[in-house]
């Protein structure tokens, strides 16, 4: 099994390097796997990040979409409360790039 | 992604056959799966460590399926090389890559076939083009089987009818039981049996997202539309992929569906067991791991009492249960097991069983129980792709050509601009959107991007010369493959989207105030 090194640790990722443990994410792995992406992380991205991480605690799976955009836009106003400016912070889609850095199992199935 | 830039092909002026290009596609090969996830389906970790007995462990599945599945011993004796299917393979015509002509792609199988079951293959190797199984041999399988969408196209051409779904299914079915399975496949394999679907969406998750899209809909209508989970003495459950509760467009049909049956008045459920329609069991030609999966649909309709099985916008989905529910599960008549018969008389018999959620809308509006404001979808000049399980192994309706005809007749129901692809691209001769039977995964975009041009070729036609901007389908992976492909030709991602989704931006809800 492959493994990233961040400050010395190494933790251990999969063949698509997404993180192998969970609990063993901080937001220096997150940004590590961020610059593996070519996302330079910002306030904005990491406000993602953080609600992806919520969800996923209480429910054990990432946001559907629609739900995260719904969030963002309450959070953030309307105008960024949609898919657009989710695929602008994380080009490859939201669902799959910002989970991996979030740390959280990518999502499966016809995604 | 790290990794080389991937490219799409150039548009061809005219689709003319590609140069050769052999080895091209050599490196693209998905991830293999884990010992964990092999072990999960009852399957072998992982190759043996001595060769002798992964290829004795081969040829002898091999032995088992000829003489357990007919057609497949038919297709290995049958093929006469005449060439017929070599430029029908999307694959083919995307990469040059030989191995992907259909019948380079069966003559893997078909030549060690020929070594170990044939006598002159047995006696006279070099001179019939038999091979012995050499863990080279086996790892082109595996290249080559994982760079098939068992879309069928090619055995359209075919003048023997060979499949070479099937083909490719045996060639997967013994990769998995040597211990060579696909990481993607096994992996929602493994899913469906531990958290109910595809996805791994557990059942707080689900219930989380359906209120979140009534809230939704509320704000957006007023209507009180309901999208209830688990509701026991529902006439209709409704199977749908579980893409559509998670990815985009796709929740945007299962808003569709949700209003087909407000407005019509019929009491449905959602379940929480049966949270998945994909049956990811046939794509690896395994009937254990397909009826497994099945079985879980059957359970939730005995369980619920259900009068009515829908099945939502899925492909392989509506192929498994127009096809294979039946004896699988007794969903339709045909299982005679006592929970299929149970089943049987629980079922209301003035219905198709299973019935798919076009065939229910189409049926509501010829009976005028659904009504539209076409002019909503005006902004929209529509296409429709044929998805190749829905168009060359199913049917809908009571006619021929049904599953072509009644997705057209909806978005027509429900549109003013609707325009056609190219003829020799539509209908049971549609092109796979390039993401099918098992390779929707993010290692084979290569193979994805270059696989979509046929299809984007004739949506480019269109969209140049009739200002196309909409292309509806009813298939969860068709929706997730072309939003990611359709930016690498020059298209916006938003282009794709469901029938329903159509259907629920021009319906009437009839209690609007």
């Known amino acids: 099994m492959a493994s990233i090194e961040v400050n010395g640790k190494s933790y251990e990722i999969d063949e698509e390097g997404y993180l192998v443990n969970l609990g063993e994410w901080n937001e220096e792995i997150g940004a590590y796997l961020a610059q593996t992406e070519n996302v330079t992380m910002t306030e904005q991205h990491w406000e993602v990040v953080n609600f992806l991480r919520d969800y996923y605690n209480e429910f054990q799976i990432a946001p559907a979409v629609r739900v995260l955009t719904k969030a963002i836009g309450k959070k953030l106003g309307a105008d960024k409360g949609n898919s657009q400016y989710l695929y602008e912070l994380f080009p490859y889609g939201p669902a799959k790039q910002a989970c991996k850095i979030a740390g959280l199992p990518k999502p499966t199935g016809c995604v | ?289 397909m009826r497994k999966i099945a079985l879980r649909i059957r359970e939730a309709a005995l369980e619920l009492g259900v009068k009515r099985i829908v099945v939502g916008e899925c492909g392989h989905a509506w192929r498994a249960a127009y096809a294979f529910w039946n004896t699988l599960t007794g969903i339709g008549a045909g299982g005679n097991d006592p929970f299929a018969i149970e089943l049987q008389k629980q079922l209301d018999p003035n219905y198709k069983q299973p019935a798919h959620i076009c065939e229910v809308t189409w049926d509501l509006i010829q009976q005028g129980r659904l009504k539209f404001d076409k002019s909503l979808n005006d902004h929209r000049i529509i296409t429709f792709h044929d998805s190749c399980n829905v168009a060359r192994a199913s049917r809908m309706g009571d006619l021929p050509g049904g599953q072509f005809d009644i997705p057209r007749n909806i978005i027509k129901a429900v549109a003013n601009h609707y325009v056609e692809m190219e003829a020799s691209t539509i209908r049971e001769k549609t092109f796979c959107c390039g993401g099918g039977g098992g390779v929707l995964t993010d290692e084979l975009i290569d193979l994805r991007v270059k696989g979509a041009l046929p299809r984007m070729e004739a949506l480019k036609q269109i969209a140049d010369h009739d200002g196309v901007n909409f292309m509806a389908t009813i298939c969860a992976i068709c929706k997730a493959q072309f939003t990611k492909v359709l930016p690498y030709y020059g298209f916006n991602m938003r282009l794709v989207g469901g029938v329903h989704q159509l259907v629920s931006t021009a319906i009437k809800l009839g209690d609007e105030k």
């Open chain 2, 1 to 289: 992604m790290a990794g080389p830039e991937i490219k799409a092909p150039a548009f061809r002026e005219f689709p003319t056959i590609p140069a050769l290009q052999p080895g091209s596609m050599a490196g693209s090969k998905s991830y293999v799966a884990n010992e964990k996830i092999q072990e999960a389906l009852g399957f072998p970790g992982k190759l043996d460590d001595d060769w002798q007995v992964t290829h004795d462990k081969a040829i002898a599945k091999m032995g088992d399926l000829l003489g357990k599945y007919r057609g497949l011993k038919v297709f290995m004796d049958s093929c006469v090389h005449c060439g017929a299917c070599t430029d029908k393979c999307h694959y083919f015509i995307g990469t040059g890559d030989p191995k992907n002509m259909p019948v380079a792609r069966q003559d893997l199988m078909r030549s060690v076939y020929r070594r170990y079951f044939t006598l002159p293959g047995k006696f006279f190797p070099s001179l019939v083009g038999a091979k012995d199984l050499t863990k080279e041999v086996l790892d082109d399988w595996y290249t080559y089987y994982w760079q098939c969408s068992e879309c069928r196209r090619c055995s359209l051409f075919c003048p023997y009818g060979i499949d070479t779904a099937e083909v490719t299914m045996a060639g997967r079915e013994i990769l998995d039981h040597v211990g060579y399975g696909q990481k993607y496949s096994n992996e929602i394999i493994g899913k469906v049996h531990r958290i109910g679907n595809n996805l791994g969406l557990p059942g707080p998750a689900l219930e989380n997202t359906l209120e979140g899209l009534e809230e939704d809909v509320k704000e957006e209508t007023g209507v009180d539309v309901k999208y209830p989970l688990d509701v026991h003495g529902a006439e209709v459950l409704l199977v749908t992929p579980s893409a559509d509760f998670f990815a985009e467009p796709h929740i945007e049909s299962l808003i569709g569906y949700g209003k087909v049956f407000h407005a019509a008045g019929i009491s449905w459920t959602l379940s929480t067991k049966a949270s998945e329609a994909g049956n990811f069991g046939m794509f690896i030609g395994n009937y254990d791991q």
